[in-house]
């Protein structure tokens, strides 16, 4: 094979079209590289690169010279090397043009960008790092360019469900939070922290890809925590105009405020007035509903916390925290043993009340239709407030306060289970990067893990 035959063969694997083509390839084995020289034909006329700009034919000024890392060839390093022309543009001046093989101002080729990200969303970025033979920074500098850009081209017009949780960082009190679309089932935000603020970075990203945050969410699921209660009723929802609110009490109207909690109605429609009626434009306030999962959990603590406090006067309940906290169809031969063993009438343990307590209530998310529930629940509460089980009568006080959410579950059925996968998919890369060096790295992993963003793929490049 001819020197001819292989530029041909280098050019089409690299895919080059004219006036670009391979003008020589030169290998170092010593110093295990492999160098393609690319050059464009003599009085070749080029685009003008500013964005907007018509002029398709625009003479070279002069050239640089530049070199792009490439996939490796076999066991050696890659490098295109290429004088890239600088253009004359009669509207905007002399500027560098955009070559078809890399993005404007990478070292790298888009195959080899492309591959960074594949790798990046298998492994963690210190042995991918190694594995190409560069530092992690600038592989971390890739999937932030990509990352961003893909994130920039979404529209979150369309979103009406949301589910919000955070996820753990770092040791201690260092969390992300996240939101999904529960509908396409994707990372639409993350950001440090889990406070209010959250919600409300949320609102300005979703107002950023098109999104109404005001108006457009109608249903939230979350758990109970204060934080994101307080975020959802102040940044998700349109209160009335207090011009509104004035107008109508000067007409004698009974206004009732929206309240920080649960207990919140999906719109405020007409006000109550003494004689004339008065109405109020109609007010958007999306549905919170309570994750089952968080709610039972509520109910397992106050099954421990009885637990805890018998165990001082009663020895056989040490070590047996799982046999109450666990499924009963999760439980090994030796656990359903041990609980069938401590739930004995003669036994007379106030945690195996408070177990049939929490089982009951599991029996509310099992009624067929939302009435059914919230009979069975009020039901529920009137028995456990007579428990004599100072944590079941609080935790019968923490179902009444959130009452509204919790009953909502029975119509929507939505669930975090979604993010709790998520969650796991997410702390399993963090385990496997050992921890990354900053909130901000690993808000770049969950997009890419999570986000199902359009990233470049190789056949589409």
Same mark, same amino acid.
């Given at each position: ?147 961003? /850009? ?120 007409? /006000? ?44 056989? /309940? ?144």
């Amino acid at each position: 094979m001819n020197d001819l035959d292989v530029f041909g063969l280098f050019g089409l694997a690299l895919g080059l079209t004219p006036p670009w083509a391979v003008t020589s390839v030169d290998f170092d084995y010593e110093g295990g590289k492999l160098q393609v020289r690319l050059d464009f034909d003599r009085g070749s006329r080029f685009l003008c690169p500013c964005e907007g700009c018509t002029q398709s034919a625009c003479p070279v000024h002069d050239t640089l010279e530049k070199s792009w890392r490439h996939l490796d060839f076999f066991e050696y390093q890659a490098f295109l090397i290429a004088r890239v022309p600088r253009v004359d543009c009669v509207t905007h001046g002399v500027h560098l043009v955009a070559v078809p093989w890399a993005r404007t101002g990478s070292g790298f080729t888009l195959l080899m960008e492309v591959a960074m990200l594949t790798f990046a969303k298998q492994m963690p970025i210190a042995p991918l790092a190694k594995m190409a033979r560069v530092h992690d920074t600038r592989i971390w500098r890739v999937l932030e360019h990509h990352v961003g /850009l893909s994130r920039s081209s979404l529209d979150f017009s369309d979103v009406t469900k949301v589910g919000c949780d955070e996820t753990s960082a770092k040791r201690g009190h260092d969390y992300v939070s996240l939101f999904m679309d529960l509908e396409k089932r994707r990372v639409m935000f993350a950001t440090p922290g889990k406070d209010a603020d959250t919600v409300n970075a949320f609102a300005d990203d979703l107002a950023a890809h098109g999104g109404h945050p005001k108006t457009q969410v109608q249903e939230v699921c979350c758990d109970m925590s204060p934080a994101f209660i307080k975020g959802i009723t102040e940044h998700l929802a349109e209160q009335p105009e207090k011009e509104a609110v004035d107008g109508c009490t000067s007409a004698h109207t009974t206004v009732e405020p929206i309240t920080v909690g649960s207990n919140i109605p999906p719109v405020l429609d007409v /006000l109550s007035t003494e004689g004339d009626e008065a109405t109020l434009p109609v007010v958007h306030q999306p549905q919170i509903i309570f994750d089952r999962y968080h709610v039972v959990a509520k109910a397992n603590e106050a099954v421990d916390e009885v637990r805890r406090n018998e165990s001082k006067t009663r020895p056989e /309940l040490k070590r047996s925290r799982y046999v109450w906290l666990k499924n009963e169809t999760n439980l090994t031969a030796k656990q359903r043993e041990q609980l069938t063993w401590l739930t004995r009438p003669s036994m007379r343990l106030e945690t195996a009340r408070a177990a049939r307590w929490r089982d009951d209530f599991n029996g509310f998310y099992d009624q067929s239709t939302p009435q059914e529930a919230e009979d069975y629940l009020q039901s529920w509460c009137y028995g456990a407030k007579r428990s004599r089980l100072q944590p079941i009568k609080d935790f019968v006080a923490t179902v009444e306060a959130h009452w509204d959410g919790i009953i909502a579950w029975q119509r929507s059925r939505l669930s975090n289970g979604l993010l709790e996968g998520t969650n796991s998919l997410i702390q399993a890369a963090k385990r496997r990067a050992r921890g990354y060096r900053s909130n901000e790295k690993m808000i770049t992993i969950i997009y890419l893990i999570a986000g199902k963003l359009p990233l470049p793929e190789i056949h589409t490049i």
